[in-house]
């Protein structure tokens, strides 16, 4: 364990220097996604001009949830976009062998090794709208409620890795460019929902088999209405589930890269 | 050591006929391919050991070597590398063997060198003191000191070559699989790659398998050769000895006024066979000789061996 951090360290370390290098990327990246963040923000404050409740949550509230998706959006994109991007071409390309040799876990390598330290600053910036929001939260909470959030949010990041990973590795059978990526897109705008809505069918597809509702609508309910168990326990048994299935279908996706190629 | 016995490898592919006609066709009804990259493959390498394994692409070089760095599994058939199943991925084996693929890197591009072999260095838990011995030792003997700070992407094909040897010999290996070390490098290059493997075999040990296309690199490095012909083995053993496998023939190198060619007789025909081309022929130049280890190669990786 130590010693994945410490190869951590590295990851970050060469990611940096690295990212100085492009500068142009670098803004231009700061300023693509402060314009996302400006829409989603605005997205919500114009409905709620309208209304004053969205599926039960008023406008500080739906700010809390707001800043909760956008920084899971924006973990996502620092800790593992690029490295998502990648996976497909390597597995396509037969380009696993050097980490299939290492004394490491291939799965971390794939996953982890690429840091956007490009989008660092954005992490930054969608950290300071999540604790605004929260101090503009006129309720009272507590410090303990605040780590929970944080602990939560974190799985809903691995949720969020999950579901990715779920969508890419299909690529080991089928070949194609990207596998499901594009669906994954589609249907992550999800996430950026208040799991309320969700209804019927929709809720048992949102919060089970494809479990956005959990990256940061349950997070954030547990915070603003409390925690009750069997919230609490979907959100340990999906996610524990999930994570077993990404480690079973890597582990069939290996047996097949090398049983299929020379 | 390293041991392997039947050792076999086959793989499904579909076939499909050129063309958007072909691509609907393959659509409907895929034709099933099955390709045999080894067949019964059997042989045995002793610490120390360093082999030469030739063959025509696609003879089944790159699979055996991918089966026995654990990256590929094999059909059937048993291997033993150091006491490990390759494909097993046992860390203890992954720490102790080496993969140099000269076509593939595996340093970080945008890095310096060093960078890389810190990542290196933890990911094998090597000793910082035999860390440090080791790349005075690697960079002291392939000449590339000063060239370890600057970026790999800003550096010559050659010097990149020779870090790559280091990134691979780091953490000091017992089992080493070369996949054409020295494709693409100058004369240069490739005399310092070759200078370099040699010293390191000999001070080290370790168990080299060596694929290359240049018989030099051959011919220099390895005692001891495997030629691999579609998925087998036809010729095992010392490289001096590949000479008499061929029997005892000449080549004719003939220039008659019209064209250049070559000729492969047996010994016993030579008068008759040069009486023929005089009369045939009006010769300007004839040259004969025996046959070089290329020529003999070349000869057994087309056409197999003549017993004499």
């Known amino acids: 364990m130590k010693r994945y951090v410490r190869l951590y360290l590295f990851f970050l370390q060469f990611s940096f220097s690295k990212a100085l290098e492009f500068r142009i990327d670098f803004f231009f990246r700061i300023a693509m996604d402060i314009m996302y963040y400006i829409v989603n923000i605005a997205l919500f404050k114009i409905l709620l001009l309208h209304t004053p409740f969205i599926a039960g949550w008023s406008d500080q509230q739906m700010m809390v949830f707001v800043g909760c998706y956008l920084l899971v959006d924006a973990i996502n994109m620092t800790v593992f976009s690029t490295n998502m991007w990648w996976l497909p071409f390597y597995i396509n390309r037969g380009e696993l062998d050097y980490y299939l040799i290492r004394p490491v876990s291939p799965l971390f390598f794939l996953s982890l090794r690429e840091f956007s330290a490009n989008s660092f600053i954005n992490l930054i910036i969608a950290g300071c709208f999540f604790f605004y929001s929260l101090f503009n939260y006129s309720q009272d909470w507590s410090l303990l409620s605040l780590i929970g959030l944080i602990i939560l949010l974190i799985n809903g990041s691995l949720i969020y890795y999950c579901i990715q990973m779920l969508m890419i590795l299909p690529v080991f059978w089928t070949q194609s460019a990207r596998g499901f990526i594009d669906l994954f897109y589609t249907l992550g705008l999800a996430m950026e929902r208040p799991d309320r809505i969700f209804k019927g069918w929709l809720r048992i597809l949102f919060t089970i088999f494809l479990p956005f509702a959990l990256i940061a609508s349950f997070p954030a309910r547990v915070f603003l209405e409390g925690a009750d168990f069997s919230t609490i326990f979907h959100l340990i048994l999906v996610s524990t589930g999930l994570w077993l299935i990404v480690l079973y279908v890597w582990k069939m996706g290996l047996k097949n890269y090398s049983s299929a190629s020379s | ?308």
């Open chain 2, 1 to 308: 050591m390293l041991e392997v016995k039947n050792l076999t490898k086959s793989f499904t592919t579909f076939r499909k006929e050129p063309g958007l006609k072909g691509s609907l066709k393959a659509l409907l009804r895929r034709e099933k391919v099955i390709k045999n990259a080894l067949k019964s493959v059997s042989f045995k390498i002793e610490q120390g050991e360093i082999v030469g394994l030739i063959g025509a692409n696609g003879a089944g070089k790159t699979t055996l070597v991918k089966i026995l760095a654990g990256i590929v599994h094999p059909t059937s058939g048993e291997a033993t590398v150091l006491g490990f199943k390759p494909w097993e991925r046992d860390n203890e084996y992954r720490k102790q063997m080496s993969l140099i693929m000269g076509q593939k890197a595996q340093v970080w591009w945008d890095l310096p060198a060093l960078d890389s072999f810190l990542l290196l260095k933890e990911i094998y838990q090597i000793e910082d003191s035999l860390y440090k011995k080791n790349i005075e030792f690697l960079a002291d003997t392939l000449m590339i000191k000063d060239q370890l700070k600057t970026q790999v992407r800003k550096l010559s094909l050659g010097e990149r070559m020779k870090i790559e040897l280091m990134a691979a010999l780091l953490h000091r290996p017992r089992v080493i699989f070369l996949d054409e070390p020295t494709i693409g490098l100058d004369i240069s290059a490739q005399k310092a790659v070759r200078e370099f493997m040699r010293n390191y075999q000999s001070e080290f040990k370790p168990i080299t398998i060596l694929t290359s296309h240049y018989m030099e690199d051959i011919k220099e490095l390895c005692p001891r050769i495997m030629i691999i012909k579609e998925g087998q083995f036809v010729y095992d053993g010392a490289l001096s000895e590949v000479q008499k496998m061929m029997g005892d023939e000449k080549r004719l190198t003939v220039t008659t006024k019209e064209k250049t060619f070559k000729l492969s007789v047996p010994r016993s025909e030579l008068g008759v066979k040069m009486s023929e081309l005089f009369t045939a022929n009006e010769i300007l130049d004839l040259n004969i000789h025996d046959p070089s280890i290329e020529d003999i190669i070349e000869s057994i990786m087309n056409y197999g061996i003549k017993t004499p």
